[in-house]
């Protein structure tokens, strides 16, 4: 290993974080979730059953706008990386982007004929949004690997970011779905009335806005205290860094079993309103219930995922949850079309179906975050081969993942969507019950398959808590033996 990157920088602080930090870190990710829960949760059956675009053309918009901002994200994180201020490398990210994000935002969802001119205007407004947000959240995350080094911190860190996201998720879910998309008259379903978006922009572009500044400023003076980044000597080109590490043995386990983590995450969270209005039958008054069982979910993996950890390590952790989110999913659905199920529409059949749909989303948040945490460690694998660190191409490199699972989730929703015959603006009530049994069964297999498959791929990950404290004691010992005259 070369001592180049470790002689002028210390061990980033292995000590218990202060809460202030590990709240403003988080905080930040309230972004991420208000992002999430506009195009994943409602933008499709937006732009699908509200102003009557095709579904596979909605999905391709995502899919496609997520693939052009996926690749882009290894280059943001190579350059957050890169950057050399006063204020450190990751804050002038956060403080640049904020206003233009919150803006975009807005723009996405003031207005049908704002979006509705072209299918490319809508396609350059998405990646606008998606790209911003990606120029925010790969800067915000790649200081988890700076502030501290700890194992269980980061996990902690991890945590608070994961909570604040669902948090900013929530609050927008929740409104949307008690106020903004709630219709007065019984007769209408407030999803489909195109009335409330404007202002669910609105409150999402405001949040967002307050959050990524709230975060930025909350963390300025600890990350100020930070030993400094390395001088970068010169070494491998940009691209030829980036490719070094797609080809780390750990991130290429971590990235096969994450990939399809996020998939089912992405599948479940995509397909809700399709499937609460099409196969559940449920009503404005129930769907406002929604966000609470995601709130007990997110609250529930918060508090269990720590411990988790300290039992069974990250990456035993996420297998074990993937297998057992597979398996709560299925349930509901082969009760249903058995008849094994309450009367469709009723209160007993909400919340029979929250409570199943509470565990599913527990373990998948759990898992999701165990795939997050365990990044960091990659950091300090990288550093010991190859003597740099590059923080933020990894964590650029895990969202890229992301993205993509999350692409070829919303995909399949959106073939599931065409293929069950919602491609045209139809009333639940309209719908046949043969093809609600059909879709029910499809997904409910889809989501066993996907979860098996990030399983497998998670069981190839070999970093767990041993080796990455020697990893450590050996970076100390280097450190040590450079500072020596």
Not at 84 to 105: D, E, K, N, S
Not at 190 to 200: E, I, M, Q
Request: overall charge positive; some cysteine.
């Amino acid at each position: 290993m070369t001592g180049t990157a470790t002689q002028a920088r210390a061990a980033a602080p292995s000590e218990k974080l202060p809460f202030r930090i590990k709240l403003s870190h988080g905080f930040g990710a309230a972004t991420m979730g208000v992002k999430e829960a506009g195009l994943t949760t409602f933008f499709m059956i937006y732009y699908n059953q509200v102003l009557g675009f095709d579904p596979r053309l909605v999905s391709l918009v995502l899919i496609g706008a997520m693939l052009i901002d996926a690749l882009v994200d290894p280059l943001i994180g190579r350059l957050s990386d890169a950057t050399r201020t006063r204020i450190g490398r990751r804050l002038p990210w956060l403080y640049g982007a904020a206003l233009p994000m919150a803006i975009a935002w807005a723009l996405l969802w003031a207005s049908p004929d704002v979006i509705a001119r072209s299918t490319p205007g809508l396609v350059l407004s998405v990646v606008a949004v998606r790209i911003l947000v990606s120029a925010c959240e790969i800067p915000s995350v790649s200081l988890v690997a700076e502030l501290t080094r700890d194992y269980d911190e980061r996990t902690t860190l991890m945590r608070y970011r994961f909570l604040f996201g669902w948090l900013g998720g929530l609050s927008a879910t929740a409104l949307a779905y008690g106020y903004f998309l709630k219709s007065d008259d019984p007769a209408k379903i407030g999803l489909l009335d195109p009335a409330g978006y404007a202002a669910f922009g609105l409150f999402g572009a405001a949040l967002i806005f307050v959050s990524t500044l709230g975060s930025a400023a909350g963390q300025h003076r600890r990350i100020l205290s930070l030993p400094p980044p390395p001088a970068r000597a010169h070494g491998p080109s940009m691209l030829a860094e980036i490719a070094l590490a797609f080809r780390n043995p750990a991130f290429v386990a971590l990235a096969s079993g994450a990939l399809f983590v996020v998939t089912g995450y992405a599948t479940m969270i995509a397909s809700t309103n399709y499937v609460m209005l099409y196969v559940w039958r449920l009503t404005d008054a129930q769907l406002a219930w929604y966000p609470a069982s995601l709130a007990v979910a997110v609250f529930g993996a918060f508090a269990a995922v720590g411990r988790a950890h300290r039992r069974l390590g990250k990456r035993d952790t996420a297998v074990a949850a993937a297998l057992f989110t597979g398996a709560v999913a299925f349930l509901p659905y082969a009760a249903r079309n058995l008849g094994w199920w309450p009367e469709l529409g009723g209160w007993p059949s909400m919340a029979l179906l929250f409570a199943f749909l509470t565990i599913s989303l527990f373990g998948l948040v759990i898992a999701h975050i165990s795939c997050s945490s365990m990044v960091a460690e990659i950091v300090e694998a990288h550093e010991i081969d190859h003597g740099t660190r590059i923080e933020g191409v990894f964590f650029a490199g895990y969202l890229m993942i992301v993205k993509f699972g999350q692409a070829l989730g919303i995909f399949i929703v959106g073939q599931l969507v065409a293929f069950a015959g919602l491609g045209e603006r139809i009333r639940p009530e309209d719908w046949p019950a043969g093809t609600a049994a059909m879709m029910a069964w499809i997904f409910a297999v889809l989501m066993i398959l996907i979860l098996i498959m990030a399983a497998v791929g998670l069981r190839r990950y070999t970093i767990d808590r041993a080796s990455h404290e020697a990893r450590l004691a050996a970076l100390a010992q280097s450190n040590g033996k450079a500072r020596e005259p």
